[in-house]
């Protein structure tokens, strides 16, 4: 009898690794709505339309809007980047960057969901005097022109570029878009740890 | 039949080669898939033969890992015919070569006829060894024509461990761990046991070393297939259920460990662990002389192994009733979960302990809290809930087999070190390939299930094996994915400098360059670098600021760099690599030893002026080698 039991739990253990296995293999072979580039001192997501979206480290800026416009990461003393042979041998799922300036550090994990959704991790620790009004602001560059719209859904910003749609949902959203229309400045109040948890979803047409 | 379908492969092999003597020359036989696959088949093969045919022992055993103490005794022996004669060793390893070819050709006969006389021993093990090598036939079908590219050699280890028997054969060097022959290995993990093996594959001869490491990754897991094949056999009496087994075990890529996906020393370790557990139990010489085998071979997973026997010998052969065994059992499980809490928690022993490694690395070298525990399930994938099913078998099992408690403890002991996580933890991965299929075969054999319901399991989990295996292998080939598509530690532009190096030997040529290039030239060039990919950080910078602002001072800063041996000419090697590092301004590189660019192919539109008239100074003249290539020299 217990040998039946035995038999019957293996049968449906098997099954369930047969749908974990091809879960997994769906999860791999899929096609994905975009590509992370973990070179240089940016992480890249390109899209399927040609065009990308680039988070530069150089880019984030501390500012009062008035007197102050500081760059902690405008140079750089440490890189590490998991997108070369450690992370073959790792075996992580994730893109990471880690930047430093002397004192200040940066750390991006970009961790794809599924073929449309992305999260993105960036923890900002820097040594700067505070004062009132002063933001600490990341940078999303795209490499064309586009229109930053809200999204029904609060903490939603979103653009539309030949036929793909890219959803950023920040759970503190304040936002700015730069004059030339290719940048989305997403700023915090100032603090000396800053962190984003954003949430992209890419949709595009076939 | 087995005995003359043996005989006949063999023969038609030799005349193959004799035909190929006589058609193409001598000198094809360095670019010869067959030659160079029946070299390393009869190599990895000829210590079976030996304690088989000379110690008329198993061919698969406990004193056939000991044979492999051949390989270091035999190059001992031609150093010493080298300093006698006055011969140099590339003169004298080549005949080495030659004659363990003759040996195994010699030994295999006598395997064969003179076993006839006695009954019929051999026909049966060569049925044996058929039906093992049988699964690993599908196996190799499976990865070489989905997954591998032709000639694609993707572990840089392959290259790093070449650098040692180059230096054996061509510098005639004699060292006992490969640090005293090569730069390229910064701390001491196994002697040269290993590579004394890997000279005889690869280098001695003069074959090809890339084809020679692609059809290497071919025939290992043949050769390996056969001990497996014979413990699944000993465990489940069934000729299917092992083979399936064997299946299952080399469609397990274990992400660290390779344990029979490459032939390296902590792979070529397992091996032997493989050879002396066909040896149901130990007696103690046994055991000191296993011991005395494993230890050398790897220094890490060496005494681990070697642990789990003196684990096996102390305490499983000791446990006399069921409580105790239950005991044990819910210790092992207790121990799993100490140790993984204890990591979550953040403990670590690299963190702790091993900071001045860490710092040489530039990062640490382990994945953390969840990306460990999702890294190491991945290894198995769903296979691990069989795992777990087994381990619920035998605690309720009314009988336990101390079989399963020694499989359940070496499962175990790999968990509780890859959680200590020491640097490099993934490597405690290695023989899960082996103990949990042993353990997972076992127990669905056991359960007895009728041929139609079995035949749809086999199905079932040799899709779940082969999709996992799919998956790790590709993601493990990430890496080695160059811009064009191709999967190789060997890019295509860099192919240009191999020639080159072929073409122009430079002697005392000491070559300074990206760390990428520096393995391809110290690894296919014996030429000696600045510890090629593992070239210290800090002479990284140097090198870099260098090269961007080339100056007396900066070159002075660079001579006096670690790993730069004073009194030694230094010939700056100019890459695709370094020119997109400087233009692009990518310099991941130089914080971190395992940051490697592979692509080689950014062109080099224009050198520095600076550096050109600062090399003047040093009567250093460009050479330009290719589009991707400049030496100055």
Redesign the interface.
């Known amino acids: 009898m217990?040998?039946f039991y035995?038999?019957l739990?293996?049968?449906i253990?098997?099954?369930?690794?047969?749908y974990?296995?091809?879960n997994?293999?769906h999860q791999?072979a899929q096609y994905k709505n975009f590509e992370i580039i973990n070179?240089?001192?940016s992480m890249i997501i390109q899209l399927p339309n040609a065009e990308y979206i680039e988070i530069i480290s150089r880019n984030d800026h501390v500012t009062d809007y008035k007197e102050i416009t500081e760059k902690p990461f405008n140079v750089?003393t440490?890189?590490?980047?998991n997108s070369?042979?450690?992370?073959?041998?790792?075996?992580?799922?994730?893109f990471y960057e880690?930047i430093e300036n002397k004192e200040n550090k940066r750390e991006v994990i970009i961790t794809p969901i599924d073929s449309k959704n992305i999260d993105i991790n960036i923890t900002s620790t820097t040594a700067y005097q505070f004062k009132e009004g002063l933001k600490y602001v990341i940078q999303l560059d795209y490499t064309n022109k586009t229109e930053f719209r809200e999204t029904q859904e609060l903490g939603g910003v979103y653009f539309e570029d030949k036929g793909c749609k890219v959803e950023i949902y920040d759970p503190n959203l304040d936002y700015d878009a730069t004059e030339n229309r290719q940048t989305l400045l997403l700023k915090r109040e100032y603090s000396p740890s800053v962190e984003y948890n954003l949430k992209l979803t890419i949709s595009c047409k076939d | 039949m087995f005995d003359a379908i043996s005989l006949t492969i063999n023969i038609g092999m030799l005349g193959y080669f004799m035909f190929s003597l006589f058609t193409d020359g001598l000198q094809s036989f360095a670019n010869n898939y067959i030659f160079i696959g029946y070299l390393i088949f009869t190599t990895l093969t000829l210590p079976n033969l030996l304690a088989r045919v000379i110690f008329k022992s198993r061919l698969f055993g406990f004193v056939s890992a000991l044979s492999f103490l051949y390989f270091p005794i035999q190059f001992l022996l031609q150093v010493v015919v080298a300093n006698l004669t006055g011969l140099s060793l590339s003169e004298i390893l080549p005949f080495g070569v030659i004659f363990n070819l003759i040996l195994w050709n010699v030994l295999f006969l006598l395997f064969v006829i003179g076993d006839n006389k006695s009954g019929n021993e051999s026909e049966f093990t060569l049925g044996e060894i058929l039906s093992g090598m049988l699964p690993a036939i599908i196996y190799v079908i499976f990865t070489f024509v989905l997954i591998r590219q032709r000639d694609s050699v993707i572990a840089?280890d392959y290259l790093q461990h070449i650098t040692v028997p180059n230096k054996m054969f061509n510098n005639g060097m004699l060292c006992l761990v490969p640090g005293q022959c090569s730069n390229l290995f910064l701390q001491h993990g196994y002697t040269t046991f290993y590579h004394t093996i890997l000279g005889n594959l690869s280098t001695f001869l003069g074959t090809d070393p890339i084809k020679s490491f692609y059809v290497l990754d071919i025939v290992f897991p043949l050769v390996v297939s056969i001990p497996i094949y014979l413990k699944l056999k000993e465990v489940t009496k069934s000729t299917i259920w092992a083979q399936l087994g064997v299946l299952l075990a080399l469609l397990t890529f274990v992400?660290?460990g390779y344990d029979f996906v490459f032939f390296l020393p902590q792979t070529l370790t397992l091996y032997f662990l493989i050879l002396i557990l066909r040896e149901k139990e130990l007696k103690l010489p046994q055991l000191i002389l296993a011991t005395l085998l494993l230890l050398p071979a790897h220094f890490i997973v060496g005494p681990l192994f070697a642990g789990y026997l003196w684990f096996r010998f102390l305490i499983v052969k000791n446990l006399n009733n069921n409580k105790e065994k239950n005991i044990l059992l819910l210790l092992l499980a207790l121990s799993i979960l100490f140790f993984c809490l204890a990591n979550i928690a953040g403990f670590s022993v690299e963190k702790l302990l091993q900071s001045d490694a860490l710092k040489v690395v530039?990062?640490a070298?382990?994945?953390y809290y969840p990306?460990n525990i999702?890294?190491y399930i991945?290894n198995l994938?769903?296979?691990w809930?069989?795992v777990l099913?087994a381990y619920i078998?035998v605690l309720?099992q009314k009988k336990k087999n101390k079989e399963d408690i020694s499989l359940l403890g070496f499962i175990t002991f790999g968990i509780i070190f890859y959680f200590l996580a020491p640097t490099y933890a993934?490597k405690f991965g290695i023989g899960l390939a082996f103990f949990a299929i042993v353990l997972i075969i076992k127990y669905?054999w056991q359960?007895?299930?009728k041929p139609v319901m079995k035949l749809v399991?086999f199905g079932?989990?040799i899709?779940?094996w082969g999709?996992?295996y799919?998956?790790?292998y590709?993601?493990?080939?990430?890496?080695?994915t160059q811009k064009d598509g191709t999967a190789s530690a060997i890019v295509q532009e860099d192919k240009a400098l191999i020639e080159y190096l072929g073409e122009n030997k430079l002697p005392d040529t000491f070559i300074i360059s990206d760390p990428y290039t520096q393995l391809i030239v110290a690894a296919l060039g014996n030429i000696d670098t600045v510890n090629a990919q593992y070239m210290p950080q800090k002479t990284r910078q140097n090198f870099l600021e260098y090269l961007e602002d080339p100056n007396p001072e900066t070159y002075e800063k660079l001579l006096t760099s670690e790993g730069i041996p004073g009194g030694e000419d230094l010939n700056i090697l100019y890459t695709s690599r370094i020119h997109r590092s400087i233009e692009?301004?990518?310099?991941?590189w130089i914080?971190?030893i395992?940051?490697?660019?592979?692509n080689n192919s950014f062109s080099i539109n224009e050198v520095g002026e600076d550096l050109v008239e600062d090399q003047k100074r040093l009567n250093k003249d460009l050479i330009y080698i290719s589009d991707n290539f400049i030496l100055f020299k």
């Open positions: 217990k040998t035995l038999k739990l293996t049968i253990v098997v099954l369930a690794g047969i974990l296995s091809i997994r293999y791999y070179e240089r001192q750089v440490n890189i590490q980047k070369t042979l450690e992370n073959s041998i790792m075996r992580t799922d994730f880690y | 840089l992400m660290g530039g990062s070298t382990n994945p990306s999702s890294a991945q994938g769903a296979g809930l069989l099913l078998s309720i993934h669905l359960l007895g299930f399991l079932l989990l899709s779940i999709l996992n799919f998956v790790q590709n993601k493990y080939l990430k890496f080695y692009l301004d990518d310099r991941a914080y971190n395992y940051s490697l660019p592979i």
